[in-house]
C-alpha cells in the first residue's frame, strides 16, 4: 500500500516521468527535456552521446531512406531498413528470370550490388533553433497572407544562406503549429545500392491479414549500401565510387530482450495531429475516416474479386491494393481507438480545464477566449468542402482512367519546345501505367464511385456530368462506363502508345474530344474551381487557430510537456519493452518466436507460405548464434514508443546505444496514437535483430554481409 501511494505522489509531482513514453522529441532538446526522464528507464547515454554536433553520436547513424527511415550497421556505408520501404526498389529490379520479390535477392560481392537510380537517403548534418530569425518583427496582428510570405521568404534565405558554399542541402520546416522554426542541414547521397532482401514469404509473411496487427511474424528487412566518391562526399552513381565511410555506424547487439528494456528509437515520423480541438477530432472520427474508409471499402472488394479471378490482375494489383487497404486499415484502426478512449471526451474534459483557467485570467481570456469556439465555427463551416472533397479523391479521382486521362492537360499545355521531352515522358508512363493497368476491373470501379459520389455528396457539390449521366443515360452508372470505356483511347495502351508515337501538334483534338478526358476535366475542374478554393482558404483559417491554439495551450496547461506534431523531421522516442492487454481477458505478451511462423504457416494462402528452407532451418533447429536463452529464435517485438508513419525503418536501440530491433508497424489498437496518444494499448512492432542476421546468416548464407557488422554478444 505504501509503496502503491508513493508511486502514485511521484506520479502527481512529475506526471511527465509517468507518461515518459509520449512523445517524438527534437534531439536538440533531449538534453533539457528528456536526459533525465530517459536515464530513469534504464539509459546509460548522456543526451550528448545521442546527438552532437561536434561530435560523431547515434544520429549520424540514421538516415532518412525515402520517407522511410533506415540505418547504418557497418564502416562500409551498409544500411538496414524494411522490406515493405525497399519494395519499390526489390520491385523495380524484379524480372520474369530474376524475381527478386518472389526469392529474395543477395549480393555475394559489391559488385553483385544493383544501382538504384532515383533512390536518395539523407543524414541529418545539424538542427537548429532558427525560431527568432524567422519571426522576428512579425507581429501577432499582420494578416494571414502577409504574415505568410514574410515566413515564408526568410525560411528560403535562411536555407540559402546556411548552405552557401558548401555541398550540403538545408530545410527550414515549422513546428509547434508554425510557432517555432527550425533548420536542418542535410547530406544526401545519391549512390545507394541494393544488397539484400529476403523473398516476400519472409518480408511480406502475414501479409495485409497481419498488417497493424500483433502478435505479428514479418522478417520486414531488406539492405542497401552508400557509397562516396574518394573524399567520402556524395556524387552520383559512378563505377569508381567507394563504399561510404559513416561518421557512426550501430553495432548489432544478440544479447536479446527483457520486458521493461530501455528502448529508444531514432527517425522520421510523418505526421500526427495531437493537440487538435475536440470539435477536429469529431471530424475526423466521425466524418473523414468514415467517408474514406467506406470507398476504399468498395474500391478494395471490386479489386479483390478480380485479383482472386485472375493471377494476371492479381500481380497487376498487388502493390496497389497493399497501398490503398494499408491506409483503409489504419484508418478502420483509428476510428475504433477513439472511439474506446472516447477521444472526443477526453479532449472536451481538456478544453474545460483550460477554458476554466482562462477565465480566471483576464489577460489569457482576451487572448484565448474565443478560440473553442471560434474552432466550433470554422468546423461546421469547413464540413461540407470536407466532406466534398474527401469523396472526390477517394471515389472519382481514385477511378484509374479519369485520374489517367485528367494527366494528358499537361501535354496540352506543353510548351512547343518542351514537347519533344514530355512526349518521351509520356511514352514511358503509359508502359508503366497500362503494365497494371486493367481495363475490365477499373470500368467496375467506374461504375460504382461515380455513383457513391453521386448519391452521397449534396447536389450542388456535383459536377455537370452527373446531370449528363441522369438526362442521356437515366441514371445509369453503367450504361455511361461502357459509353467511355469503349470510346476513349485511354482505355487501351495500343490505341495511346499509337496515339503518342504520332503524335503532332494537330492531334490535340484527339485528346479534347475524348470522352473520358472530357469527363476528367469536368470533374477535376469542377473540384479545383467550385470546393478547392473555399477548401484552402477555410483550412488556412484553420491553421491559424491551431498555431493560436498551441501557443496557447503551452501557455495554459503547463503540466504537460510538449513536443511538436510529427513532421517528417527527426526524432527520438523512448520507452520500454512490454506487452499490453488487450481484450477483457486478453493479455499480449512482448514477443514472438520462429515457432509461431510455424503455426501460421499455410501453403494454400499467399499470405502465410513458409520457404522450405525456413521450414528446415526450424526442423533442425539451426539457429547459430541468434537463438535467445530460451532456444528460440525472436521474431519480433512490442515497446511503447510513441511512433507514427515515417518511423518504419527505424533503429530500435537499447540502453548502451547497440541495435536491437528495426521498427516496422504499430498493432491495431496502436493506430489511434496518431490523433491521441495512449500507451495504455499502443505499441509499436519492431523486427528482433537477430532473427534478420539469422536470415542474412543461416538462410541466405550472406556472412559477407555479417562479417561486415560489429557483433555485440
Ligand atoms: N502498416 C505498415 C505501415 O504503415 C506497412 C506494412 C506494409 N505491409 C503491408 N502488408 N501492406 O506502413
Ligand atoms: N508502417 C509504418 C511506416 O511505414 C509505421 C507506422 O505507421 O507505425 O512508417
Known amino acids: 500500500m505504501k509503496k502503491i501511494l508513493a508511486v502514485f505522489v511521484y506520479c502527481l509531482l512529475s506526471t511527465a516521468y509517468c507518461r515518459a513514453d509520449e512523445g517524438m522529441w527534437i534531439p536538440t532538446l533531449l538534453k533539457s527535456l528528456n536526459e533525465s526522464d530517459m536515464q530513469k528507464l534504464g539509459c546509460k547515454l548522456t543526451a550528448e552521446q545521442i546527438y552532437s554536433v561536434n561530435k560523431s553520436s547515434l544520429k549520424d547513424a540514421v538516415v532518412n531512406f525515402g520517407g522511410c527511415t533506415g540505418e547504418m550497421i557497418s564502416d562500409q556505408g551498409l544500411l538496414i531498413t524494411n522490406h515493405h520501404c525497399g519494395y519499390g526498389q526489390i520491385q523495380s529490379h524484379s524480372t520474369i528470370e530474376h524475381d527478386y520479390l518472389t526469392n529474395g535477392f543477395w549480393a555475394n560481392e559489391k559488385k553483385e550490388e544493383l544501382t538504384c537510380p532515383g533512390l536518395t537517403v539523407s543524414f541529418v548534418i545539424r538542427i537548429v533553433d532558427v525560431t527568432s530569425k524567422v519571426l522576428e518583427g512579425v507581429e501577432a496582428d499582420l494578416s494571414e497572407i502577409k504574415r505568410d510570405s514574410v515566413v515564408k521568404d526568410r525560411m528560403k534565405n535562411i536555407e540559402k544562406d546556411s548552405?552557401?558554399?558548401?555541398?550540403?542541402?538545408?530545410?527550414?520546416?515549422?513546428?509547434?503549429?508554425?510557432?517555432?522554426?527550425?533548420?536542418?542541414?542535410l547530406e544526401i547521397f545519391t549512390d545507394v545500392r541494393m544488397v539484400g532482401a529476403p523473398p516476400e514469404s519472409i518480408g511480406n509473411f502475414g501479409g495485409d491479414t497481419d498488417n497493424w496487427m500483433w502478435p505479428r511474424h514479418t522478417g520486414d528487412f531488406s539492405l542497401f549500401r552508400i557509397y562516396s566518391d574518394k573524399d567520402n562526399k556524395p556524387a552520383d552513381y559512378s563505377p569508381d565510387n567507394v563504399p561510404f565511410k559513416p561518421r557512426h555506424f550501430l553495432p548489432v547487439s544478440l544479447k536479446g530482450v527483457s520486458e521493461n528494456d530501455f528502448a529508444m528509437i531514432f527517425g522520421f515520423p510523418g505526421r500526427t495531429q495531437e493537440y487538435l480541438p475536440s470539435s477536429a477530432v469529431e471530424m475526423i472520427q466521425k466524418v473523414s475516416n468514415p467517408i474514406k474508409i467506406k470507398a476504399r471499402e468498395k474500391r478494395l472488394s471490386i479489386w479483390r474479386e478480380d485479383m482472386n479471378k485472375s493471377t494476371e490482375v492479381r500481380i497487376q494489383y498487388s502493390s496497389k491494393h497493399a497501398g490503398v487497404a494499408n491506409a483503409y486499415k489504419k484508418w478502420t484502426g483509428e476510428v475504433a481507438g477513439l472511439e474506446r478512449i472516447n477521444g472526443i471526451g477526453m479532449k472536451q474534459a481538456q478544453e474545460k480545464t483550460f477554458l476554466e483557467r482562462i477565465a480566471k485570467n483576464p489577460?489569457?481570456?482576451?487572448?484565448?477566449?474565443?478560440?473553442?469556439?471560434?474552432?466550433?465555427?470554422?468546423?461546421?463551416?469547413?464540413?461540407?468542402y470536407q466532406k466534398a472533397t474527401d469523396y472526390f479523391s477517394e471515389t472519382v479521382a481514385a477511378v484509374e482512367i479519369i485520374r489517367y486521362a485528367n494527366g494528358y492537360l499537361q501535354l496540352l499545355n506543353a510548351k512547343p519546345e518542351d514537347l519533344a521531352k514530355k512526349l518521351e515522358t509520356f511514352k514511358t508512363a503509359a508502359k508503366s501505367f497500362f503494365k497494371d493497368y486493367n481495363t475490365l476491373t477499373d470500368r467496375k470501379l467506374f461504375a460504382a464511385m461515380l455513383k457513391m459520389y453521386y448519391e452521397e455528396v449534396d447536389k450542388v457539390m456535383h459536377p455537370e456530368v452527373f446531370e449528363t449521366i441522369q438526362s442521356k443515360h437515366k441514371g445509369n452508372f453503367e450504361k455511361y462506363a461502357d459509353e467511355i470505356y469503349e470510346r476513349s483511347m485511354f482505355a487501351s495502351e495500343v490505341k495511346v502508345i499509337e496515339f503518342l508515337n504520332g503524335y503532332t501538334a494537330e492531334r490535340t483534338k484527339d485528346i479534347e474530344k475524348d470522352p473520358a478526358y472530357i469527363l476528367a476535366r469536368n470533374v477535376f475542374g469542377f473540384y479545383e474551381t467550385q470546393i478547392k478554393p473555399q477548401y484552402t482558404l477555410l483550412t488556412d483559417g484553420l491553421n491559424k487557430l491551431n498555431r493560436e491554439y498551441m501557443a496557447a495551450q503551452r501557455e495554459v496547461m503547463t503540466e504537460k510537456k510538449y513536443y511538436p506534431d510529427a513532421n517528417s523531421t527527426m526524432r527520438v522516442a523512448f520507452g520500454k519493452i512490454n506487452g499490453y492487454d488487450g481484450k477483457d481477458g486478453v493479455r499480449f505478451t512482448f514477443s514472438t518466436t520462429l515457432d509461431g511462423i510455424m503455426e501460421k504457416e499455410d501453403s494454400t494462402d499467399s499470405e502465410f507460405v513458409v520457404p522450405k528452407k525456413l521450414k528446415e532451418l526450424y526442423l533442425k533447429k539451426d539457429y547459430g548464434q541468434y537463438a535467445g536463452k530460451d532456444g528460440k529464435v525472436c521474431v519480433a517485438f512490442t515497446t511503447n514508443s510513441?511512433?507514427?508513419g515515417g518511423n518504419s525503418g527505424s533503429p530500435l536501440i537499447d540502453a548502451e546505444g547497440n541495435l536491437i530491433g528495426v521498427n516496422f508497424d504499430r498493432n491495431w489498437e496502436g493506430t489511434a496514437n496518431d490523433i491521441k496518444y495512449n500507451s495504455e494499448r499502443g505499441r509499436n512492432i519492431v523486427l528482433d535483430i537477430r532473427y534478420a542476421l539469422f536470415v542474412i546468416d543461416k538462410f541466405a548464407g550472406a556472412t559477407n554481409l555479417i562479417k561486415e557488422m560489429k557483433i555485440i554478444q
Open 363 to 384: 489577460e489569457w481570456n482576451k487572448k484565448y477566449g474565443s478560440l473553442l469556439s471560434d474552432f466550433s465555427i470554422a468546423y461546421i463551416q469547413i464540413a461540407p
Open 163 to 185: 548552405v552557401a558554399g558548401t555541398h550540403f542541402k538545408a530545410m527550414v520546416r515549422q513546428f509547434y503549429s508554425g510557432n517555432e522554426f527550425y533548420l536542418f542541414v
Open 642 to 644: 510513441h511512433t507514427t
